[in-house]
């Protein structure tokens, strides 16, 4: 699955502190990473040009409902 996808990457990148068990990163005591890796991931991700649109954006639009990027509390509805 994906996961398996994620860890050929980093061991493509030559990481060997990180290591998923899930796409979406909620807890599991078999997912994890290091500060290290995870700039070595940004730097490969800043290569695509739709990545950088997406982690660039404010704000967010889905199915009639605004968000608005906390750096806090991530995203956060502001209408409907």
Same mark, same amino acid.
């Given at each position: 699955?994906?996961?398996?996808?994620?860890?050929?990457?980093?061991?493509?990148?030559?990481?060997?502190?990180?290591?998923?068990?899930?796409?979406?990163?909620?807890?599991?005591?078999?997912?994890?990473?290091?500060?290290?890796?995870?700039?070595?991931?940004?730097?490969?991700?800043? !290569?695509?040009?739709?990545?950088?649109?997406?982690?660039?954006?404010?704000?967010? !639009?889905?199915?009639?409902?605004?968000?608005?990027?906390?750096?806090?509390?991530?995203?956060?509805?502001?209408?409907?």
């Amino acid at each position: 699955g994906f996961s398996d996808m994620m860890n050929a990457k980093v061991k493509e990148l030559g990481l060997s502190n990180s290591h998923f068990v899930n796409p979406h990163g909620l807890h599991s005591d078999d997912h994890y990473t290091s500060a290290y890796d995870m700039a070595v991931i940004t730097r490969e991700a800043q !290569k695509y040009p739709e990545f950088n649109k997406i982690v660039s954006s404010v704000t967010y !639009k889905k199915a009639r409902q605004i968000f608005v990027r906390s750096s806090v509390h991530g995203l956060i509805p502001i209408a409907s």
